[in-house]
Nanobody, 125 residues
Framework: QVQLVESGGGSVQAGGSLSLSCTAS????????MGWFRQAPGKEREGVAV???????VYADSVRGRFTISRDNAKNTLYLQMNSLKPEDTAMYYC???????????????????WGQGTQVAVSS
């Protein structure tokens, strides 16, 4: 049984920082694409950042230079460091896995086949 469990998140003022973690089980974590996605109320789920098993992160334009995705394959854990947060970053953040890919990871939510339960991030102005 595949499980992705997020932790972190919370509330912060604009300009602040937050960190998210996602621990995976039940999948061959080290070789597959993993990523962070978010969904704000009334909006579609969008890709934030993805990373291949060997690294090579890809970021959405809206977060590039502010967010950093990383992974620790020994711990089956994915991270997202979020700096210089803006009110428009407010959303539910989801960890996701694309077990069909080990490279050329996609920011498309439709490409992911496993999802965590989500963790809320709220940024106030």
């Amino acid at each position: 049984q595949v499980q992705l469990v997020e932790s972190g998140g919370g509330s912060v003022q604009a300009g602040g920082s937050l960190s998210l973690s996602c621990t995976a089980s039940g999948i061959v974590y080290t070789t597959i694409c993993m990523g962070w996605f978010r969904q704000a109320p009334g909006k579609e789920r969008e890709g934030v950042a993805v990373i291949a098993g060997g690294g090579f992160p890809v970021y959405a334009d809206s977060v590039r230079g502010r967010f950093t995705i990383s992974r620790d394959n020994a711990k089956n854990t994915l991270y997202l460091q979020m700096n210089s947060l803006k009110p428009e970053d407010t959303a539910m953040y989801y960890c996701a896995a694309d077990s069909a890919r080990s490279w050329a990871c996609s920011l498309l939510a439709s490409r992911q086949n496993y999802w965590g339960q989500g963790t809320q991030v709220a940024v106030s102005s």
